[in-house]
Antibody, heavy 120, light 107 residues
Framework: QVHLQESGPGLVKPSQTLSLTCTVS??????????WSWIRQPAGRGLEWIGR???????DYNPSLESRVTIGLDTSNNQFSLNLRYVTAADTAVYYC????????????WGQGTLVTVSS | DIEMTQSPSSLSASVGDRVTITCQAS??????LNWYRQKPGKAPKLLIY???KLEAGVPSLFSGSRSGTNFTFTISNLQPEDFATYFC?????????FGPGTKVDIK
């Protein structure tokens, strides 16, 4: 059974960088059959797709965040990461990592989510 | 970006009721539309994909349909565990976008 787990600071100061890691267990992140995604959800609001990365390192980002986002892959530790620069209070949200099978397939596994608050 | 509108934003229902939620895409997304259920503090759970296909292990009381850019999600016999928020999501074009959600609570 595949399991994804987010980790990282729960509190980030404005203008700093939000950094999260997603650790994947029960399956290899090096499989070419999947894309590895980040999605966020501000409190009481809807879901926002942030971006995704393939095993080759190719990335797709939401244009609304693209200037501030980097998603990376660490195959040796079976992890992928999210960096969001110059954060503001509007970036306060629950951040989810997820696995998306290739080829117009829906996300099949989600992490439990981690709350990141941007505040001084 | 493709905008997903969803209605109603909330509804009250009783166990055993039939519940219908609609989602409209601002442009063609083909059949690439998912429906998720989300309970408080939990990740979304996929119920329907490709507009009308039931995810493995999901009870058949859930169903979905498509008419052009309009999508309908139905729970035929509402169960206690179904009081939650439901989202549609298009995965035809990047960036993937979600509807704002429909909260189903107890009447």
């Amino acid at each position: 059974q595949v399991h994804l787990q987010e980790s990282g600071p729960g509190l980030v100061k404005p203008s700093q960088t939000l950094s999260l890691t997603c650790t994947v267990s029960g399956g290899s992140i090096s499989s070419g059959d999947y894309l590895w995604s980040w999605i966020r959800q501000p409190a009481g609001r809807g879901l926002e797709w942030i971006g995704r990365i393939s095993v080759s390192g190719a990335t797709d980002y939401n244009p609304s965040l693209e200037s501030r986002v980097t998603i990376g892959l660490d195959t040796s530790n079976n992890q992928f990461s999210l960096n969001l620069r110059y954060v503001t209070a509007a970036d306060t949200a629950v951040y989810y990592c997820a696995r998306e099978p290739r080829g117009y397939r829906p996300i099949d596994y989600w992490g439990q989510g981690t709350l990141v608050t941007v505040s001084s | 970006d493709i905008e997903m509108t969803q209605s109603p934003s909330s509804l009250s229902a009783s166990v055993g009721d039939r519940v219908t939620i609609t989602c409209q895409a601002s442009q063609d997304v083909s059949i690439h539309l998912n429906w998720y259920r989300q309970k408080p503090g939990k990740a979304p759970k996929l119920l329907i994909y490709d507009a009308s296909k039931l995810e493995a292990g999901v009870p058949s009381l859930f169903s979905g349909s498509r008419s052009g850019t309009n999508f309908t999600f139905t729970i035929s016999n509402l169960q206690p565990e179904d009081f939650a928020t439901y989202f549609c999501q298009q995965y035809d074009n990047l960036p993937f976008t979600f509807g704002p959600g429909t909260k189903v609570d107890i009447k």
